[in-house]
């Protein structure tokens, strides 16, 4: 069964850290791109990161950029986002997702098509 498993959201204050991971199916997980995603409620989805897990090719929105890292462990069919001075715009609720067709990883979310059902990410003032 194809499925991704998001784990390691919690709460911080801000300027803190967390490492949220994404646990994929063997078959999810290779040689493709897998995006974390952020909603807030009343917002829209926005795409934080991606990676390749092939190449190890990476992606960030702007706003994360020097703060937020990606890795993976091949191993363990995971990925790891590595999330440092938190702030209260940072918060929401995370999903991981699987892009199985893109050569190159992006952020937008039209190409994920396996999605993990979230953890919640908040950070307080």
């Known amino acids: 069964e194809a499925q991704l498993v998001e784990s390691g959201g919690g709460s911080v204050q801000a300027g803190g850290s967390l490492r949220l991971s994404c646990v994929a199916s063997?078959?999810?997980?290779?040689?493709?791109?897998i995006g974390w995603f952020r909603q807030v409620p009343g917002q829209e989805r926005e795409g934080v990161a991606a990676?390749?897990?092939?190449?190890?090719?990476?992606a960030f929105t702007d706003s994360v950029q020097g703060r937020f890292k990606l890795s993976r462990d091949m191993w363990k069919h995971t990925v790891f986002l590595e999330m440092s001075h938190l702030s209260p715009e940072d918060a929401g609720v995370y999903f991981c997702?699987?892009?199985?067709?893109?050569?190159?990883?992006?952020?937008?979310?039209?190409?994920?098509?396996?999605w993990g059902l979230g953890t919640q990410v908040t950070v307080s003032s």
């Open positions: 990676i390749a897990t092939g190449s190890g090719q990476t």
């Open positions: 063997e078959n999810l997980f290779r040689g493709n791109c």
């Open positions: 997702a699987v892009d199985r067709r893109s050569v190159w990883c992006s952020l937008s979310e039209r190409p994920y098509t396996t």
